[in-house]
């Protein structure tokens, strides 16, 4: 038999199959009349933006200085008192010595703002964190409580956990919002982040539940007859060695979170899947942007991947 | 030091009731060395397992030291920092380096600084011969290292009395002796200990008494040059015959 398995067929087959996949697709566009305009997508990113200088009393224009690219503009008004304005150079709407009115414009500064995609993001990035803190913590305490002997704090963990895997986390969403955001009068992001941390929780309990009863119990039994208490077994010595074995399913769990926070878009938290169609709703760019969002998430997903994996290597030490 | 009065462990199950240990009562009296020996089965296990607490007996007392663990009012945990437990599959905690694994426990129940704790691991580390290991994770010792740290790690506590149970079962023949001298070493230094084992030779050469378990009571207590070359009971004879 021969030993050495070659692998590069397997590449090249890999290679035309994704080939083949992106040519069909584009022939498939190619076939429907659609008029692709992303040069319109970056100034939703960022743009430039437009803030009108007008003079805050009646009077007149004094000197106009060109600086670079900007204006500076001196205005004196009818007691002699002088402001400066400044302006883009090709803005200008007034010249020197031009009486003008309060309120009327001098000419329009510009700076860059973020726009809807990157606040969008921004939104997505902390509600998800938040959640995903809270969703730990829950996570934490009721994966404890379901291995406790206590049989109150089993039976409310496993009530607790049944019920969020048992409804879709839409419908949580909706009644957090309309029915206890509405109750207890709780605003739009509480009740988002509050039903995100609800249903990760429920899942991540779950998973550290399995992680410390995957630690064998001769651990316990070490570090009890040392006379340690059950708190410091769990802190020291159970919890260290579950949360490195439970890495991988909790991250996993956490870029679902990050997905998953696109459901909030429905109670009008401006996520970025709520920026995308407000986006298109004024462009009609409808390809463009939900591939340019679904992107973002994927960058999103993947960096905290790499990081997972990071962290994976640095605890693997004592193995 | 330790006596143990009419102890009884039930294990009921779905297949019915165990009583594990039935009735066992015993005293071990300062730096004696105890060995129970008896088939797989016999609750020699299971009775070791209640003198520090690991499992809660159905009846009897024991009393360490003139505490009572049956009590209700015990503080289980300062009977454990007294009782060290050594164990059949060594339970170090793999997360740790070997020295961290000596000086947790100190720390955090002792209420030792970092300083002395150190201090007194790396005498016990000498002590059992495994000083040069002091900084590796567990996973990088041998069977025979890991239970010695692991009797280092017991004796880290000071504790009055050291429970053994079957300590060397699940080595690798050659590395045996090398606990076994360590335990021998423990004995001769006045230690109080009570062994559960298979190892007839170390029983013979340190032990001062050999309790012989069957079905949970104990059938046969004597010296070891009584019981090995002389025992009363049938069962033991039949035992011997087996193992020796």
Redesign the interface.
Known sequence: MNATNKTWPWRLLLVVILLGVAAGTWGAIMKIDYQWRWKRVPQYFMYQAEIPQKIPFDGRVGAIVQNGKEMRVTLISEEAKKVVRTVAADSLKVSEGEDLFIGDIVGFSKSWRLGPLTLGLWTTLWLSAISSVFALFLGLITGIARVSKNITLRGLAMIYVECIRGTPLLVQIFIAYFFLGTVFNLSRNVCGIGALALFAGAYVAEIVRAGVQGIPKGQTEAARSLGMTAFQTMKDIILPQAFKKILPPLSGQFISLIKDSSLVSVIAITDLTKSGREIITSTFATFEVWLIVAAMYLLVTSLLSQLVFYMERRLAVSD | MIKAKNVVKIFSGRSGVVRAVDGVSTEVARGEVVVVIGPSGSGKSTFLRCI???ETFTEGHIIIDGVDLADKKTNI??V??????V?Q?F???????VLENLT??QI??RKRSRKEAEDNALMLLKKVGISEKATE?P?RLSGGQQQRV?IA??LA?DPKVMLFDEPTSALDPEMVGEVLDVMKQLAREGMTMIVVTHEMGFAREVADRVIFMDEGRVVEVGTPEHFFTNPREERAKLFLKQVL
């Open positions: 520090n607490g690991l945990n300062k454990r920092a007294e009782v060290g437990m164990f599959q339970n170090l905690f793999p997360h740790k380096t947790l426990a955090r129940v994770y996973s692991a790690r017991a506590m």
